[in-house]
C-alpha cells in the first residue's frame, strides 16, 4: 500500500507548495491558472538541465534571487525564487503579472512531465493567462521530442 504514496507523492508536493504560495502572498484572492504540461525525453536530471538551459534559467538559484526568462520564444516570465530542488523551482513572480509560477520535471524512466504552472493574480492575470497559455505550450511541445 506504501507504493502509491511513493509513485504521486512528489505531485502532491507542488500541490501544497502551491497552496503555500497562495496563503503567503495572495490570501484571498483569486487566481487565473496556466497549467502547460508536456512530456519530455527523460532522464529527469537532463531534463531539468535542458529545460533550465532553453529557458536561461539558473538550473539550481538560491532562494530570494530574482530570475527572469530569457529564451527567444518564451513567453515573459520573472520573479522572485521561492523554493528550489533539483526538479523544480517555485517564483513568486511579477512579470508577466503578480502571481505564482512553478517549473517542474517530474517521473522518471525514459520519459519526465515537464510543466510551467502560473497562478497569476489581479487585473492583468487573466489577460496575461489568454495571451501566454498557448505560447508556453506551443514552447514546451516544440522541445518536447529533443529538448534544449
Not at 497549467?35 to 525525453?41: D, E, F, Q, V
Not at 530542488?85 to 525514459?110: H, K, N, Q, S, Y
Request: proline share 8%; net charge negative.
Amino acid at each position: 500500500m506504501g507504493c502509491p504514496v511513493r509513485l504521486y507523492g512528489r505531485g502532491w508536493l507542488l500541490f501544497l507548495l502551491n497552496l503555500k504560495l497562495h496563503l503567503t502572498y495572495f490570501a484571498g484572492q483569486t487566481a487565473t491558472a496556466m497549467l502547460p504540461t508536456a512530456m519530455w525525453t527523460g532522464p529527469r536530471e537532463q531534463t531539468w538541465a535542458d529545460l533550465t538551459g532553453a529557458l536561461g534559467l539558473p538550473a539550481a538559484p538560491a532562494v530570494g534571487e530574482r530570475v527572469e526568462v530569457a529564451s527567444d520564444g518564451a513567453p515573459a516570465m520573472a520573479g522572485t525564487v521561492a523554493d528550489v530542488a533539483p526538479w523544480r523551482l517555485a517564483l513568486v513572480v511579477d512579470e508577466p503579472a503578480p502571481g505564482t509560477a512553478i517549473l517542474a520535471v517530474e517521473g522518471t524512466g525514459d520519459e519526465v512531465g515537464v510543466s510551467i504552472w502560473s497562478y497569476l493574480y489581479g487585473p492583468e492575470g487573466a489577460p496575461a493567462v489568454e495571451r501566454n497559455g498557448l505560447r508556453w505550450q506551443q514552447w514546451l511541445d516544440e522541445r518536447a521530442a529533443t529538448p534544449g
